[in-house]
């Protein structure tokens, strides 16, 4: 009897089948989207991998949803490859809640900025909560391929240097509301103002101007 017991105490438990964790970490986008973005910073993968101690591999492992990188690592990543920290933690599999930014107006197909928009917001490409927004409502015109986009920009009480020879929002003196195109020099400290429908505006008094951060798909 002593010895049935013993035998039956030492039965071995049997193996579990080896599967896919209910939980297993899947990041958000691909490979290809992470070598673009290393691509367009000029940073190596291999470099990026040394400074944050990832180890030969280490990035290959991350982005293929193999190991979970601490966020201090993620940060770290953000800066070097200068895309926003909630876009690089989407990308790394986190849930963070979507940003999103008002909308001051509607850019119309006459490049002008009309004001009027109430609760509107559209998704943010930046952690600045200073950033605002226009969207394209244009349903003809040099400008229709625009329709629906967000320009994101700073609002600014003065010319911002980096407005000249870039799409920027403009408040030119005797024009109601804001018009969005370039600004350029001319002889004699004149300015010349091209809008994105094409049409120009000379020797006007410009009021502020800020560049636009970028211009966003919906």
């Known amino acids: 009897m002593v010895k049935k017991r013993m035998q039956q105490a030492h039965t071995p438990t049997p193996k579990r089948k080896k599967g896919k964790r209910a939980h297993a970490f899947k990041p958000v986008g691909d490979s290809s989207w992470w070598a673009a973005s290393f691509k367009e910073a000029g940073v190596s993968q291999n470099s990026a991998a040394e400074q944050l101690r990832l180890g030969v591999g280490g990035f290959s492992k991350v982005f293929g949803g193999r ?42 197909m006459n490049a002008r900025v009309s004001y009027g928009v109430h609760g509107e917001t559209v998704a943010a490409n930046s952690d600045d909560p200073a950033v605002k927004a226009f969207v394209f409502n244009v349903v003809s015109g040099p400008l229709v391929g625009f329709n629906g986009m967000a320009l994101h920009y700073k609002p600014s009480n003065t010319i911002e240097a980096e407005s000249f020879g870039q799409t920027s929002v403009i408040q030119v003196e ?25 049409e120009i505006i000379e020797n006007k008094r410009v009021v502020f101007a800020a560049p636009a951060e970028r211009i966003v798909k919906p």
């Open 67 to 108: 190991q979970r990188m601490a966020i201090e690592k993620w940060i770290h990543l953000a800066l070097l490859l200068k895309i926003p920290l909630t876009t690089a933690l989407r990308r790394g599999g986190y849930e963070i809640p979507e940003l999103r930014i008002p909308v001051e107006g509607h850019i119309l």
């Open 174 to 198: 005797g024009e109601p509301t804001p018009v969005v195109g370039t600004i350029h020099r001319k002889s004699g400290g004149k300015l010349k103002i091209t809008l994105l429908n094409g």
